[in-house]
């Protein structure tokens, strides 16, 4: 069982950054691909960047790559996303989210573990 817990969203200004981070229960957090994904009000929820477990080849989502960059510190339990270059198409909740595997690694249905989110709010 793996346990998430999302922090650092908030409010910025289109251009800005913000560093979400997700932090992870279990003695099997190294062993996990993690991904987050993210949902904006009204459209379903989207796949942006995925790290396998041994911090190898990153995915990201056309969307966000060369803005948003994924990293794990497997000694801590943590997944970060940092943002840059934020705009208001980013808006979302965002979410961390755990798989065994490493397969089909930007679909939702790939990951059993997920986290309650967190709310990024970018302004114009």
């Known amino acids: 069982q793996v346990q998430l817990v999302e922090s650092g969203g908030g409010l910025v200004q289109a251009g800005g950054s913000l560093r979400l981070s997700c932090a992870a229960s279990?003695?099997?957090?190294?062993?996990?691909?993690m991904g987050w994904f993210r949902q904006a009000p009204g459209k379903e929820r989207e796949f942006v960047t995925a790290i396998p477990s041994w911090s190898g080849s990153t995915y990201y989502a056309d969307s966000v790559k060369g803005r948003f960059t994924i990293s794990r510190d497997n000694a801590k339990n943590t997944v970060y996303l940092q943002m840059n270059s934020l705009n208001p198409e980013d808006t979302a909740d965002y979410y961390c989210a755990a798989s065994a595997g490493l397969v089909a690694v930007r679909s939702e249905h790939a990951y059993d573990y997920w986290g309650q989110g967190t709310q990024v709010t970018v302004s114009s």
């Open positions: 279990g003695r099997t957090f190294s062993s996990y691909t």
